[in-house]
């Protein structure tokens, strides 16, 4: 099939694809609870002629088409949604108090099956797999699909995130470092409890807690390399009985993103010296845990040139674009690149009115970006097979 058939073919599905999409949308469903949206994908593509395997990975789905023998090209989309509540007014926002998808994982699903339904055409030298994957938004369903054996037979594999700072129509393209590490940090103030009269009779938690806070930013810009970026952010804090009690216990529980693979992994013991010295400070104790959560996306340089090639043919050059610098958000896509070389791409979402950020309320990406993934996942597909 040549190229303009194939772009024409994937254009006379796509009013197909954006109502799936709406459906998916309107019907989220958050990480490890993907049953109807895994059920929906099953069905769509046993009908076109995939095998399918269901309950990889807990909820995921494994779609396989084409010979065996010489191995799979894969190609990885997430399905889950986020804990938030919608505010886009659109006609087919979700039907779920506080569940929404706020990440772009409803357009990676139907990127992946319009890729299932026009490589089914394609006679290709090597099969093709596409991982349905759970559970992204927690950094655990790469692992529960790669502990079920998703990435035995695979050659390579590719990915695919919506990024709303581009222009649908356009696609950005990263050599090495396009994510961050990511970590959990969670720590446990503990005071002394007494009279909100009295506070020098005992240990305030939560104003050492405030300490934790603010001083842990302040250790960033001055006891860490300002060229290997560090994010902390703490996303959670609870403590407290009573207005008139000094509170004995604060918990908080923040995110820790980094570039640098061998400055995170030194994290732990960084992060226990500055914020107990900070807690010792204000007559506290603190329990600092560290926990990694997910590796760093190092885009394989071979991938990636596919992947550039491959947009440069369909979008043309002017609407490839060259990002400069890593993303400081996560991406578990990273597990699946500790076992066969990959490459991952941004998509441009935002339409004429722009769009709002991942994880917003008002995220609300434009539709015409679904075809224009599968065309440039489809032509790289294809050119893996030469």
């Known amino acids: 099939m040549d190229k303009d058939k194939l772009l024409q073919k994937i254009d006379s599905f796509n009013h197909e694809l954006i109502n799936i999409r709406r459906h998916i ?12 949206t895994a059920i929906l994908i099953s069905g769509y593509l046993k009908n076109i002629g995939w095998r399918v395997t269901e309950s990889v990975g807990r909820t995921g789905v494994v779609a396989d088409f084409g010979p065996k023998d010489n ?12 804990p938030i509540y919608e505010n886009t007014n659109l006609s087919f926002s979700s039907k779920f108090d ?13 990127i992946g099956l319009g890729v299932a339904k026009i490589i089914k055409d394609l006679k290709l030298k090597f099969g093709t797999r596409i991982i349905f994957q759970p559970a992204e938004e927690i950094a655990s369903g790469a692992r529960w699909m790669i502990n079920d054996g998703v990435t035995n037979g695979l050659k390579k594999i590719l990915g695919v995130h919506v990024f709303p700072e581009l222009l649908v129509g356009t696609i950005g393209i990263k050599e090495g470092s396009l994510t961050a590490a990511a970590g959990e940090l969670s ?4 005071g002394k409890s007494g009279h909100g009269a009295r506070p020098h009779e005992g240990v305030d ?14 250790a960033i810009t001055r006891k860490l390399d300002p060229l290997d970026p560090v994010v902390i952010t703490f996303g959670k804090i609870k403590g407290g009985n009573a207005y008139n009690i000094l509170s004995e216990k604060v918990n908080l529980t923040g995110t820790i993103r980094c570039t640098n693979l061998q400055l995170f992994k030194d994290m732990n ?20 845990k560290f926990k990694e959560i997910a590796p760093p996306v190092n885009n394989d340089i071979e991938l990636n040139k596919v992947l550039r090639d491959s947009s440069i043919r369909i979008l043309g050059h002017e609407n490839v674009i060259e990002l400069q610098k ?3 958000g996560a991406e578990d896509f990273a597990e699946f690149l500790n076992e066969v070389p990959g490459a991952m791409f941004r998509l441009g979402v935002s339409g004429e009115k722009g769009c709002a950020p991942l994880h917003s309320s008002e995220f609300d990406p434009d539709e015409r970006a679904i075809s224009i993934g599968i065309k440039v996942i489809t032509e790289s597909i294809v050119k893996l097979n030469n």
């Open 326 to 328: 890593p993303s400081l």
């Open 269 to 288: 013991d960084w992060l226990y010296f500055n914020i107990s010295s900070i807690a010792n400070s204000c007559g506290a104790e603190a329990k600092v």
């Open 71 to 82: 191995g799979f090209i894969g190609l990885r989309v997430d399905m889950d949604a986020l």
């Open 187 to 190: 720590v446990e103030i503990i």
């Open 205 to 218: 938690a939560i104003w050492a807690a405030a300490k934790v806070i603010s001083g842990i930013q302040e």
């Open 25 to 36: 949308h309107a019907h989220p469903e958050l990480s490890g609870l993907e049953n109807q």
């Open 98 to 110: 506080g569940v929404m998808h706020a990440c772009g994982h409803d357009l990676h699903t139907c």
